[in-house]
């Protein structure tokens, strides 16, 4: 849920080259599709209301990357790289913006998101490890992970109402 706030504060860049897992695997690809083509070894973990997750420890380059890619209703809709050290940060910065923007491009990603015309979005986060995130407003993720939030809102607020009404009556 952090993650739609989070790029609410962000300034949008928009790119013309689409954002994609891989040229073979783009947003909306299976499960199955990924898996079978992708050689990694997955840990899967299942979470509620048809949100897969599979986590894979791989090597970029020389840096060793966790690989999450999350699935809703069996479509990807969001992966990301979290690197262990931050020592490649500004070169992998400087990949994506040889990739998607202009090289000469003045964009800080701790302020800024990615989007395309598709609607998939990139944005890095920092602030305790880095991870590079790309995910996609498509395949109704957006609205199911609002609704969560809304939901979880508003059990928050009957608490905070059921226990002062409790309060009330014992006092």
């Known amino acids: ?11 949008v860049v928009t790119t013309e ?3 994609f897992f891989t040229s073979k695997f783009k947003f909306g690809s299976t499960i199955r599709s990924v898996k079978s083509g992708l050689k990694d070894d997955f840990h899967t973990v299942k979470t509620l209301c048809g949100t897969v997750i599979l986590y894979s420890k791989t090597i970029i380059g020389s840096d060793k990357v966790i690989l999450e ?3 809703y209703k069996k479509k990807l809709v969001l992966f990301r790289y979290t690197f262990s050290n931050m020592n490649n940060k500004s070169k992998i910065e400087n990949i994506l913006r ?19 015309s598709n609607g998939n979005s990139i944005f890095v986060d920092d602030k305790v490890n880095f991870s590079v995130l790309y995910f996609s407003f498509n395949f109704e ?8 939030k809304k939901i979880n809102e508003e059990k928050i607020l009957a608490e905070k109402l059921n226990w002062k009404t409790e309060i009330m009556k014992r006092l």
């Open 98 to 116: 040889e990739k998607y923007l202009n090289i000469d491009s003045k964009v800080c990603f701790s302020e800024c998101a990615i989007n395309d």
């Open 141 to 148: 993720f957006h609205d199911y992970v609002m609704n969560l």
């Open 69 to 71: 890619l999350h699935f």
């Open 17 to 19: 080259n689409e954002i």
């Open 1 to 11: 849920m952090l993650l739609f706030e989070e790029l609410k504060l962000r300034k």
